[in-house]
């Protein structure tokens, strides 16, 4: 094997130039000096009438309180497709930032040709054939920019900050899917809880038609009675059908968002009892204590990936002023050449060249000023998209803390609700059975009473979500904790 033993000279020259470079390059930046933007909202979130305060900064693990409900969120965490996507985006991002990043340095190559040729007698001077060898061996520098206006630092910065805001992105993916997978695990137990009640509810209705066709039949109760009796339990088979349904199709909604199809032991466990007036909490309550500063939206990850954004335009405005100004580029190489293979490495074949180039943009026709405008004007879009991102998160805080200062008032009136309209269905049967009343106030009381138990259940299903609603707005959910 022949090694390479290139000249000291040119090879010292070749470095001093690329070192030379890499000094002068980036002397100016025309990029804005980039300013955070004063968020368009009120200083602190409005109060949620709570007096405990409680830590913002709670991984999802500790959040969800339900073991079950956990596993499923992990499932789901591991299977999502979009969640996949989100993260090979961020892949991509960081391969394209390598790329941006890759120009702000001198690309080095080395090389190594030959060549033989041969010219026939009729062309040459004594008319005799002649053959002519070249062989080379060199290092290169190629087309290596400086960057004295900054141009190629702002696109590397502009990749950057794109980088970071995919990488965003998919925290905000993964609390959505966090707070999706929740709601569906949620509602999927209350819809269950409700086609409890509506079999329940079926089954009661029916001994209470078996009683009263059996007294219709000794003539002690009358056919509007008997036809009354069977309208409610019509009525009852619809609702259990319906719910069945709406059961089925909850799953398949989970088993989407999953990615696959949960198994049995991390589906909620129907209550022991349709009428049952409470279930367990299936994640924590964390609201915000009165006087927190709205700074705190700062942590969620969309309003991250926004700013992110509006960095990566405010690096674009640089390069593009740079495009109205000179571009200098060097190329160089050094090595040795010969006419035989055996002399490519002797003395005196030492071979080098430098060749350094300067454009100055003279007329393009307006496409520079377009550029530049386009970037300005992109700028100031990401501007409005940051100021809007802000007050939708903020908002979605409001809305939350404004539907949770109610829930106990409300949930505590149904349950008042529930125990009198159970009273009421207890006294009307008892005078119906004695003769005081008629089978219509029985019905009316049990609608009354089947309508509040369902009532109750969107009501406490509206609170575990109301929970879960906090805690996204307030950008948890993303942490693996």
Known sequence: MVRAALPRFPLRALACAAMTSVVLAGCVNLAPAYEKPAAPVPQTLPSAGVETATPLDVAWRDFFVDPRLRGVVELALANNRDLRVAALNIERARAQYGIARAGLLPTVEAGAGGSRSRTPGSLSTNGEARYASQYTADLGLTSYELDLFGRVRNLSESALQSYFQTEETRHSTQISLVAAVATAWLQLAADEQRLQLARSTLDSQRKSFELIQRSHALGSQSGLALAQSQSTV??????????????????????????????????????????????????QLLVPPAGLSSDVLQQRPDVRAAEHALRASNADIGAARAAFFPR??????????????SGLFAGGSKAWSFAPS??????????????????ETQQKIQLATYEKTVQTAFREVADALAERRTLAERLDAQRSLLDATSRSFELSQSLFKSGASSYLDVLDAQRAYYAAQQTLIGLQLTEQTNRLTIYKALGGGWKDG
């Open 328 to 341: 200098i580029a060097l190329t160089a190489s050094a090595g040795t050449a010969s006419s035989n293979l």
């Open 358 to 375: 300067i454009s100055v943009p003279i007329f393009d026709g307006g496409a520079n000023r377009a550029n530049l405008r386009v970037a």
């Open 234 to 283: 019509d009525a009852a088979r619809a609702d259990a059908a319906a719910f069945d349904s709406q059961v089925e199709q909850a799953r398949n909604a989970l088993a989407l968002l999953v990615g696959t199809t949960p198994p049995a032991e991390l589906l909620p466990v129907p209550a022991a009892s349709a009428t049952a007036t409470d279930t367990a909490a299936a994640a």
